[in-house]
């Protein structure tokens, strides 16, 4: 089983968009066994509530992956702030996850690597003290440039997915469902709009067309 885990609406999109687009073009994400945990509808701080467009834009995403709805779960109600606050309820899913990921074979977990927002953090904490290495087969951080691209070296990175052109536009698709919100929101949904020409950049350094960011924290095969 593959469970992806992100603290807001937008992170599977942007950190993994490549990698879902990947699998979805060979035809195996219809295949796989797969849940997706979001942790908050991501009201950020912010006066106007878009929490109800931004689930909408996530929705069509699912459905744009033919992930369905009984795959993935929102944990509503939420605003970022709040996460700190709500670590038990939290552990409380992802313990709830791993049980049903127990009857797989492997189990593969892809969640935020380390960055500069205080819930990306708290995820990646609770979801390392859940699954540990030997309960599943594989950890794996992504990346939310956004977050990440001001205060992180990228040596905390050791794995690398290349993408072309045609999974690119599937991403910016992904990515585009948001953009109708993104007028009004904090500059965090603004600087989504940036995340292609990010992965773009990574992957003019190592002669590729375009990159994901991942870290491999553990895995029993390669
Ligand atoms: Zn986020």
Request: proline share 2%; charged share 30%.
């Amino acid at each position: 089983m593959k469970l992806f885990i992100g603290a807001h609406l937008d992170d599977i999109e942007i950190g993994c968009g490549a990698y879902l687009s990947c699998l979805k073009k060979r035809g195996e994400l219809e295949f796989i066994n797969k849940r997706i945990l979001i942790l908050s509808e991501g009201r950020f701080n912010n006066p106007i509530d878009v929490s109800n467009k931004r689930k909408e834009a996530f929705e069509i995403n699912m459905e744009k992956l033919g992930i369905k709805e009984n795959e993935y779960k929102i944990l509503s109600q939420r605003i970022d702030t709040e996460f700190y606050d709500h670590q038990h309820e939290i552990k409380h899913h992802l313990n709830e996850l791993l049980k049903e990921a127990q009857d797989d074979e492997i189990i593969e977990v892809y969640f935020h690597s380390t960055d500069n927002h205080q819930d990306h953090q708290i995820v990646n904490k609770l979801v390392k003290e859940i699954f540990r290495p030997f309960l599943v087969n594989r950890l794996v951080e992504f990346e939310i440039p956004s977050s990440n691209l001001f205060n992180q070296p990228g040596d905390n990175f050791n794995y690398y997915l290349p993408f072309d052109k045609e999974i690119a536009d599937m991403k910016q698709e992904l990515i585009d469902s948001y953009e109708n919100i993104s007028l009004f929101t904090t500059e965090d949904a603004r600087d989504i709009n940036y995340t292609l020409m990010f992965n773009k950049m990574l992957g003019r350094k190592l002669n590729k067309d375009f990159c994901e960011r991942y870290n491999i924290i553990y895995t029993d095969y390669i």
